[in-house]
């Protein structure tokens, strides 16, 4: 059994995925409080996973060692500076894994003295295959350090980054990579039907098949380009998939993506360090 105190500001769908996998691993849901202003979201989280609640964020602060901020971006500003005395009070840790909000502006409404661990997760901490990385400032100690780590850890892996701006490029590969495998899931869905194949058959294919080539990626010593030409037959069904790939500008078009989204990061900051 895990004992530590765990609060999270916003129970949404990133808060639900982490609180779900602590769960899961052994955190018991009496040392895990939530407070969100919507009060059916506690209410359902009450109901489903058996946590304290409180539409009161002063209350969670109160209740726990390490406040994790899950609340949008756009709604961290001020959720950050309405709790900033009593973290202060409390010298809590605190942890934000909201997108694009950097060390600067988190210390800025929280407290210059204020011990703040930065980190990027994503949402299959709800099946405790999460990927998340981590970045302290310099007011976390070594103990604080291994807390947040652990909350992290229990749902997947944890990296630590020692350079902020490298969240930038997490949040783009990991934070926001699960879209980009369910996109194309969808697709591969939408073309398996257009070949005629049932609902049912193309979502179990699909499904089977990401989880077949994320183990064997996991599992095998080989890079994934020496894994895709072992399904590729010289002249076969698969080469020709790839080559249409290849002339849609598939490789270009994921590093365009990932830029994109490693610029709105930046961009996100920049706004809110202005703000
Ligand atoms: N969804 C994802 O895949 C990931 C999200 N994140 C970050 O996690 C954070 C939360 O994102 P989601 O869970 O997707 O958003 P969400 O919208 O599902 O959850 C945010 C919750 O905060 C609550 N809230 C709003 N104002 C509040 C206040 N003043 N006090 C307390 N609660 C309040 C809302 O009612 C809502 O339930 C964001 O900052 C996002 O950048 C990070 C990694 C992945
Ligand atoms: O889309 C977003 O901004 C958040 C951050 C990473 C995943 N979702």
Redesign the pocket.
């Known amino acids: 059994m895990k004992t530590n105190k765990i609060g999270f500001?916003?129970?949404?769908?990133?808060?639900?995925?982490l609180i779900s996998g602590l769960i899961a691993s052994g955190h018991v849901p009496e040392q895990i409080w939530v407070?969100?202003?919507?009060p059916d979201?506690l209410t359902a989280l009450k109901t489903q996973l058996n946590v304290n609640t409180s539409?009161n964020?002063d209350d969670i602060i109160n209740a726990v060692d390490v406040v994790v901020?899950?609340?949008?971006?756009q709604?961290?500003s001020?959720?950050a500076q309405?709790i900033a005395a009593q973290v202060q009070q409390k010298k809590s840790l605190v942890v934000?894994?909201?997108?694009?909000?950097n060390q600067n502006s988190l210390s800025r409404w929280l407290g210059a003295d204020t011990a703040i661990v930065r980190c990027?997760?994503?949402?299959p901490a709800l099946v405790l295959t999460g990927a998340t990385a981590l970045h302290a400032n310099d007011k976390v100690t070594g103990e604080q350090r291994d807390l947040a780590e652990n909350i992290l850890r229990s749902v997947g892996i944890a990296l630590w980054v020692e350079d902020e701006a490298e969240l930038d490029a997490v949040?783009a590969v990991s934070?926001?990579g699960?879209?980009y495998y369910f996109l194309l899931m969808e697709a591969m869905e939408k073309a398996a039907l257009e070949l005629g194949l049932s609902q049912e058959t193309a979502r179990l294919l699909v499904q089977q098949t990401a989880l077949g080539a994320a183990k064997i990626a996991l599992e095998s010593a080989e890079s994934p380009e020496q894994l895709r030409k072992r399904v590729t037959s010289p002249g076969g069904t698969t080469q020709r998939a790839i080559e249409t790939f290849e002339q849609g500008g598939f490789t270009e078009l994921v590093s365009k993506a990932l830029h994109a989204a490693r610029d709105r990061s930046i961009e996100m900051s920049k706004q809110m360090e202005n703000s």
Request: proline share 7%.
């Open positions: 500001i916003g129970g949404g769908n990133m808060a639900s995925s407070s969100d202003i919507s979201t539409v964020n901020l899950a609340v949008k971006p709604t961290l001020a959720v309405s934000s894994i909201a997108a694009g909000i990027m997760p994503n949402t949040t934070g926001s699960p879209a």
